[in-house]
């Protein structure tokens, strides 16, 4: 099954994912890009800092059922290393399911998707992989249903 999802609704699923989270953010704006790749727009509460722009590819693959997890690769586009430290230790309350390894964003899938719909699909799926084309995510899943 092919699902493609657009970037409007991939942007509100992140903002409900920020509503009520205590971090230097006012908006995240992810734009999907051919290739597995993404920019993610992140608009900071700083004032005189301007909206950082983070690359992210996407690194490994969820493998169903044994390691249900997606590994994203991010770098922070210019010359904002000095920025990018201090902006990091305002993410040290990320949702659950969210940790930051590094250079690495870790998403443990069925925590991110617990008391969710999503969460009574999880337990059918074989095989999940996500992908970007211009504009969009994509999901590829194979499902069993017994």
């Not at 211009?134 to 194979?142: F, I, N, P, S």
């Amino acid at each position: 099954m092919r699902i493609p999802v657009a970037r409007s609704l991939v942007n509100a699923v992140v903002a409900q994912a920020l509503r009520g989270r205590n971090v230097p953010v006012k908006t995240i704006d992810v734009q999907p890009h051919d290739g597995d790749r993404m920019d993610v727009v992140v608009d900071v509460t700083w004032p005189f800092v301007p909206a950082l722009t983070v690359d992210v590819t996407i690194e490994r693959q969820p493998e169903f059922p044994a390691s249900p997890i997606l590994v994203l690769h991010w770098a922070l586009l210019g010359a904002v290393g000095a920025l990018a430290s201090r902006f990091l230790k305002g993410f040290d309350r990320l949702p659950p399911g969210i940790r930051l390894e590094g250079e690495f964003v870790v998403l443990d899938l069925p925590v991110l998707a617990a008391g969710s719909p999503a969460a009574a699909v999880l337990p059918h799926v074989r095989s999940l992989q996500i992908h970007t084309v211009q504009g969009r995510l994509v999901l590829e899943a194979d499902l069993e249903v017994a």
